[in-house]
């Protein structure tokens, strides 16, 4: 593999908590898409780890969603913890050149969901010290922030100070699982880089959970950057790499420099991921496709590693 990588989105934190939400997984080694053994084959790893949460938890597993949020914080605190010669928490883009100089990889915390903190904004500057430093409005679900794209509604008051106290934070907004007018909404208020961590092209596979051009070209505008997302489901149907590729060369389009689109493979957060894509080592096989499909290397780095690199340095300080 030539090519490091950095993935801006995964569910391996939540993976990690086992059926019972309360076990204790190891990020060295599992049966899971990502591990630390096989990160090894990738010439520097930087990961985002969501920690997940919907207000469905309680129906679903009588689970209040502070308590899960806890857990999955504190299940990767843990693991990089104990496999600290081979992946350190992130806080900074110099931090993640600095674990790469070192040979280790690096772990960047994000939030899927604010229902693990009851969507409040008061609590963004504490999250950001620990080491968070992106956020959703939402999942599918329509909360106090916003509407999702399953149920449709915009940015509500309490979300537009949310988005601000974020972005005052040093904290990126993402607007992955964002209902269509909350995304809208959410443009005319940002003073800065906006990103969709694991979102693909409704023109290449039109499902709610991808983005219009019109919301990519927006992004683009920000600043921003777009993680390709291997879930099948979001990526064709019986997607192969090719299809995969089918969504970076439609993007190249719009953004012929290739400048805002990144990765974020929604790993350990899907049942079925596009084929040919087993798990984090499946990199090197789309990078190969996507030389093979006219990309020169420089661009596929780009990709890989450096727009996602570029956003951390002008956000996450």
């Given at each position: 593999m030539k090519f490091p990588v950095f993935d801006l989105h995964c569910d391996t934190a939540y993976a990690l908590l086992g059926k019972d939400h309360n076990s204790a997984g190891s990020l060295k080694k599992n049966e899971l898409h990502i591990d630390l053994e096989r990160a090894k084959v990738l010439p520097g790893y930087a990961q985002c780890f969501a920690c997940f949460t919907t207000p469905f938890m309680e129906e679903w597993f009588k689970i209040q969603p502070l308590n899960i949020f806890e857990r999955e914080l504190a299940t990767i605190q843990r693991e990089v913890d104990k496999n600290k010669r081979m992946i350190s928490l992130a806080y900074t883009a110099e931090d993640i050149d600095s674990a790469r100089e070192k040979g280790k990889a690096s772990a960047i915390l994000t939030i899927e969901g604010p229902?693990?903190?009851?969507?409040?904004?008061?609590?963004?500057?504490?999250?950001s010290l620990i080491g968070f430093r992106m956020t959703t409005l939402t999942w599918n679900e329509q909360n106090p922030l916003a509407g999702s794209h399953v149920t449709g509604g915009g940015l509500t008051g309490q979300g537009r100070d949310f988005v601000k106290e974020a972005q005052r934070v040093g904290m990126l907004v993402d607007v992955s699982h964002l209902s269509d007018e909350a995304f809208w909404d959410l443009m005319d208020i940002t003073h800065g880089p906006v990103i969709a961590s694991h979102s693909?092209?409704?023109?290449?596979?039109?499902?709610?959970r991808n983005l219009t051009d019109d919301m990519f070209r927006a992004i683009c505008q920000t600043g921003g950057v777009v993680g390709f997302n291997q879930c099948a489901p979001f990526v064709g149907q019986e997607p192969t790499l090719d299809t995969a590729c089918d969504h970076?060369?439609?993007w190249l389009e719009i953004d012929p420099d290739g400048k805002h689109i990144a990765l974020g493979g929604d790993l350990d957060g899907c049942d079925q991921l596009t084929g040919g894509f087993r798990d984090i080592t499946g990199y090197s096989d789309m990078a190969d496709r996507l030389l093979a499909r006219g990309l020169d290397e420089k661009m596929v780095e780009d990709i890989f590693w450096n727009n996602a690199m570029g956003v951390m340095r002008k956000c996450c300080m």
């Open positions: 229902a693990g903190f009851g969507y409040d904004h008061g609590l963004l500057q504490d999250l693909n092209s409704r023109a290449v596979c039109s499902v709610s970076i060369l439609h």
